[in-house]
């Protein structure tokens, strides 16, 4: 079994990589390590491989693992599904949240934010293979709710995010990517601080760096295989 920091190695030279390949400009796209499962000591063994953004899913298991790292420079991104009543917390211990599909939280994360904070990232997550079973809003609403959001203070509307259904071939992964980018590209006329598309995974990486992504959320790359029943409740 490769190393944590082997894995990353592999992953940041993909990257690149597909930077050269689609003519996409050097660093345009941001690795972040989607740490949930993961212990706080693989959290750091990551930080010294070089890695700053991390994404975590669960609010508690987060905040856990954050009382044992005391590293300041790590930029924490909420990649999951968010209930509203913890969008309180979310809004107190993360710099981006990429989850957001309805007002209501989009609201109480603004609420409470600190003042004396940097405004809060925020995605849009956008359901854009409208899989029934996968959280985020159509693409039909998402203008109303960029809107709305715009209206907010102590958040900054940054983008959107998917997390398509799984697909095996290249070109069918780069389809989805591609409404996306074309989302955000129609949105960014009346928007144009929207500038971010956090798209792509383990097994849609190239796609995702093909279609535009600037943010991408690798797992399984880096930390290898998660517990098959390791998920957990926030
Ligand atoms: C777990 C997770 C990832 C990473 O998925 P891998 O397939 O392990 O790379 C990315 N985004 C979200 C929202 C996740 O929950």
Redesign the pocket.
């Known amino acids: 079994m490769k190393s944590i920091a082997e894995n990353i190695q592999t992953v940041v030279n993909d990257i690149k990589g597909f930077e050269q390949l689609y003519a996409r400009p050097q660093d345009s796209v941001t690795l972040?390590a989607?740490s949930?499962t993961q212990t706080a000591e693989r959290i750091i063994e990551a930080y010294k491989a070089g890695i700053r953004n991390f994404?975590e899913?669960y609010l508690q298991e987060a905040i856990n693992k954050r009382s044992a790292l005391p590293q300041e420079d790590i930029i924490w991104h909420f990649?999951?599904p968010i209930q509203s009543r913890k969008a309180r917390d979310i809004a107190l211990h993360f710099d981006w949240v990429?989850?957001v599909d309805r007002l209501v939280v989009a609201e109480k994360l603004s609420r409470n934010r600190p003042v004396g904070k940097p405004p809060l990232k925020v995605f849009i997550q956008v359901n854009i293979s409208n899989d029934p079973n996968k959280s985020g809003v159509s693409v039909k609403q998402t203008a109303e709710l960029a809107q709305q959001i715009m209206s907010l203070p102590g958040l900054q509307l940054r983008g959107l995010?998917t997390?398509p259904r799984a697909e095996q071939e290249l070109s069918k992964q780069r389809t989805v990517f591609r409404e996306l980018r074309r989302l955000l590209k129609d949105l960014q006329t009346d928007l144009p601080q929207m500038d971010s598309l956090s798209m792509g995974?383990?097994?849609d990486?190239e796609a995702a760096v093909a279609e535009g992504a600037t943010f991408v959320?690798?797992?399984?790359?880096?930390?290898g295989?998660?517990e098959p029943n390791s998920s957990k409740t926030n």
């Open positions: 972040i989607a949930k994404g899913n990649i999951g990429h989850s995010m997390l995974m383990s097994q990486l959320r690798v797992g399984t790359a880096i930390f295989a998660r």
